[in-house]
C-alpha cells in the first residue's frame, strides 16, 4: 500500500491525494508536517511534503509522484496519449507551480503563521502573481478543462495552486483573483464540482483554518 506524507493543508498534499482518489489506488495517510528532523529527512531530503512511501521506498517531487502514479494505474488515464498534448499539460502545472505558488508563498508566514508583513514580498509578489496569471491565461485553454477536453494532472495541480494563490492574495492584498480573471473563476467553480476535489478541498480548509486558529492563539499566549 502507498503512504502519504503531509498534511491536509498543504496544496501539493491536496494534488497528490487528489490523483490517489481519482485512480483509484489504495492507501494510508501518514501526518507530517515539512521541517528538518533528521528521521525525515531521511525519506525527504529536503523536508518537504508531500512525500510517498512504496513498497519500502520514498519518492519526493509532486510531478516525480504525478509520473510514478499514472505509470502503476495507468487507467483512468490522467495525462493525454498525445505527446504533445502531455506535454503541454505538464507545461501548465509548472507555469503554476513557479510563477504562482512560487511567489504567493513568500507570504505564507505571514498569511497562515501571524509573522510580521514583508515589506519587499509586499511590493515585488503582486507583479509576479499577475505575470503568472497572464502566462496561465495565455496557455489554459479552459474549454473546459486546462488543455481542452481531457481532465488531467494539470486540472488538479491548477486548482489547488490558483486556490493557494489566492487565498494569500486575498489575505494580503484584499485582491480576488477570480474577480480579475472571471475565466478562471468559473473554472475552478467547475472544476471545483469534482466529488474528489470537493472532498480534498473540504479538509484543506479546515486544516487550514485550524493551523490559523492554533497561530493565533500562540501569539496571544505569547504577548
Known amino acids: ?100 505558488d512560487a511567489p504567493a508563498r513568500r507570504h505564507l508566514g505571514h498569511a497562515v503563521f501571524g509573522e510580521s508583513l514583508n515589506k519587499i514580498a509586499f511590493d515585488e509578489v503582486r507583479p509576479a502573481i499577475e505575470r503568472g496569471l497572464n502566462a496561465f491565461t495565455q496557455r489554459a485553454q479552459l474549454s473546459p478543462y486546462v488543455i481542452g477536453d481531457e481532465y488531467t494532472m494539470a486540472d488538479i495541480s491548477s486548482y489547488f495552486m490558483l486556490g493557494f494563490t489566492n487565498f494569500h492574495t486575498k489575505t494580503i492584498y484584499d485582491w480576488d483573483i477570480t474577480n480579475s480573471y472571471p475565466q478562471i473563476g468559473k473554472y475552478l467553480d467547475f472544476i471545483g464540482e469534482r466529488p474528489f476535489i470537493t472532498s480534498v478541498q473540504s479538509a484543506l480548509e479546515k486544516s487550514l483554518i485550524e493551523i490559523i486558529e492554533n497561530s493565533k492563539q500562540g501569539s496571544n499566549g505569547d504577548e
Open 1 to 100: 500500500m502507498i503512504k502519504i506524507y503531509g498534511i491536509a493543508a498543504s496544496n501539493y498534499f491536496s494534488c497528490v491525494k487528489t490523483v490517489l482518489l481519482e485512480k483509484n489506488i489504495t492507501f494510508e495517510e501518514v501526518t507530517q508536517v515539512p521541517c528538518q528532523d533528521p528521521d525525515f529527512l531521511a525519506l525527504s531530503p529536503m523536508g518537504k511534503i508531500p512525500c510517498i512511501e512504496t513498497d519500502g521506498h520514498f519518492l519526493i517531487e509532486t510531478n516525480v509522484i504525478f509520473d510514478f502514479l499514472e505509470d502503476i494505474a495507468p487507467e483512468p488515464a490522467l495525462y493525454p496519449k498525445d505527446a504533445y498534448e502531455k506535454a503541454k499539460a505538464k507545461e501548465i502545472i509548472r507555469i503554476g507551480e513557479l510563477y504562482l
